[in-house]
């Protein structure tokens, strides 16, 4: 019980989320979480703008129903399976973001410059994060699929199409922490 | 009772990103400065274990627990989509630390601003819909 209230290791996470994969497999589903940006579109009306949104989006509900669930789940593992949330990352991460200017490296779960409850009053906090989410949602529809479509469900099937999008998911992300944070923090 | 299977599964999976700490911002910042083989053990062995599991379902043609045909759709061919896309996609999630996935989970842990960029990401998936046709594929 104790461990449990520790982070959870790589070879534990890791092993959970095939299991998550491939229960949704099983009970004739697929995992992949973006696609309820789309359903939510479809839900607030986007279908009168675009044909994309136009679809049957009550045969999604079993997703959203997924996402509502890892809501409460991100409450359960907050409130009742931690106790320092702290995030223990490498010396050099840690000194690497002070020189950006976000100091609590190791002492928080996410950096209160950006998700601190003073982000919400700060111009460019909020640009950054809605931008960030922009461009989340975004390349996730282009590139159909994010994270747990492409890297995890895509490429558990050996389809080439995911390597080519997870590759890009690389190429992006280090453009942005090498070259783009300098620029922006 | 199938709605109670997805609620379980999804909890599960926000519990899981939690503990991770595949939802917090710092773990993938790290990731994609090398400084650390968290993030690369979780998704390596996630997918080793992956790779294994669908292989055997594909092979053993077996039904799903409603005894339906169970389909595991290929992706369609192409690359410019994917290319593209997907480093508009590791653009933002460099920049927001987030996923898909972790934005609900952390919504649920109480980081509130991630609000923000779930609308970024709702926005953002609105604005493609506008724009796909006009889009390379």
Partial sequence: ??????????????????????????????????????????????????????????????????????????????????????????????????????????????????????????????????????????????????????????????????????????????LMVHFIFPLIF | MRSFIYLVIGIFFGIVMFKSEAASWFRIYEMFRFDSFHMYGIIGSALFLGISFTQWVKKSKMESFFGEKIRIEPKKKSFLRYAIGGTIFGLGWGLAGACPGPMYTLIGAGFWTILVVLFGAVLGTFVYGLLKNKLPH
Avoid at chain 1, 122 to 128: E, G, H, I, Q, Y
Avoid at chain 1, 135 to 145: H, T
């Fill in chain 1, 1 to 174: 019980m104790e461990n449990m209230m520790q982070p959870w290791p790589w070879y534990i996470s890791g092993p959970l989320i095939a299991f998550i994969m491939a229960i949704l497999i099983l009970v004739g589903k697929s995992f992949g979480m973006s696609s309820n940006l789309r359903t939510l579109c479809s839900i607030g009306g986007a279908g009168k703008l675009s044909d994309f949104f136009r679809f049957d989006w009550r045969a999604q509900k079993w997703n959203l129903i997924v996402a509502l669930g890892a809501i409460i789940g991100g409450y359960l593992a907050h409130n009742f399976l931690s106790g320092d949330t702290s995030v223990l990352i490498n010396q050099n991460s840690i000194e690497a973001l002070e020189q950006l200017g976000i100091q609590d490296g190791s002492d928080a779960y996410m950096p209160s410059l950006l998700f601190g409850l003073e982000a919400l009053s700060n111009v460019k906090s909020l640009a950054l994060l809605l931008v960030g989410g922009f461009l989340v949602g975004f390349g996730a529809r282009y590139a159909g699929g994010c994270t747990s479509g492409h890297a995890i469900s895509g490429l558990s099937n050996l389809q080439l199409p995911s390597l080519i999008a997870v590759i890009g998911f690389f190429a992006g992300g280090l």
